[in-house]
């Protein structure tokens, strides 16, 4: 039971991680219109957090430094090859969308894909460390 959330696929489970974990009556989406917004924005943090987590597992995986910013943590594994071209652009993308929500800067629109793509980029992380020995052994 505790690994049902991974059997469903991503684009099934965030719905059902933004609006069934907490439902909002259609009551309170009226009369809180931002709400949705916010719920999304929060789900992209989170994704975010994880995603930085994955990132340091990997490069502690290399017998690299973790201590080091984002945006040092994406460019070091984009340079090892860990983090494919694709992947590294939209991270970009994101760390500055992540940089523009939590420095409260101009108003950012967080799409539900977005939040999808920062996962899935994160457990591919995940996945490729825990299926590889680490350096060195």
Known sequence: ATNEIYTLSLHDALPILLLHVVPLPEEIRVKSPGIDEAILRAAFL????????????????????????PTVLIRELYSSGRVSPEDYQLLESTRQLRNHLVHGFAHAVVDANLVLSVIEIAQRLLVETESTQPVGT
């Open 46 to 69: 989170q994704a975010w957090s994880g995603l930085e987590a994955a990132l340091r597992l990997e490069q502690k995986r290399m017998g690299q430094p973790i201590d080091l910013q």
